[in-house]
């Protein structure tokens, strides 16, 4: 079996799963509320104040889709109970970032600004004006906000200059070198 999918997914306090027929899954916190459709094949239970999914058969492609299932059910009810958090950093002279009501503006050195303008469910804060905080309770969703983000200035693999993920550690490459004839 999966060494993933076969470890049970313990439900917090205050966080209710309720399974529908289809496997459509609903997991509500006290941050908000995910639904997601699982393959219809698996076998998710709520036992004892956890969440077990079971695979019919050993065929490679039910092996791939059981552990996969589990992270996203675990990921779900991490979400919703805590929350995730992705945080950019945007490094350059002139760099900067700020919030005008609900629109991320960016100056990343091009002739003009940057405007971006979040999904409903997604929290973007600046802190000073070059730390973005992206937050919400879909990991994938905040993961995909924070990649647009980092695309509109990717980090520069000669000066470093651009956006990337804090803490992102950068291999730069050596300058045009002048060679003696």
């Known amino acids: ?59 490679a492609f039910m092996k791939a889709i059981h552990g996969t299932t589990r992270a996203l059910l675990n990921n779900m009810i ?20 700020n919030m005008k009501g609900k629109t991320l503006e960016l100056q990343l050195g091009y002739s003009h600004p940057v405007v971006y303008e979040p999904p409903e469910d997604i929290q973007i804060t ?8 992206v937050s919400g309770i879909d990991k994938e969703k905040v993961g995909q906000v924070a990649a647009t983000i980092r695309d509109f200035r990717r980090p520069d693999p000669y000066k470093g200059k651009g ?6 550690q950068l291999k730069l490459k050596p300058g045009k070198s002048v060679g003696k004839k």
């Open 126 to 133: 600046v802190e000073g004006q070059n730390i973005i905080k």
């Open 78 to 97: 991490k979400g919703v109970s805590e929350g995730f958090t992705v945080e950019l950093e945007i490094v350059g002279i002139g760099y900067r970032a």
């Open 1 to 59: 079996m999966s060494r993933i999918g076969r470890m049970p997914i313990n439900i917090p306090n205050g966080v209710e799963v309720k399974i529908e027929e289809g496997n459509i899954v609903t997991i509500k916190g006290p941050k908000g509320q995910l639904t997601k459709q699982f393959h219809p094949d698996l076998e998710i239970k709520v036992e004892d104040n956890q969440i077990k999914v079971e695979r019919p058969n050993d065929t």
């Open 163 to 168: 956006v990337r993920y804090r803490g992102e």
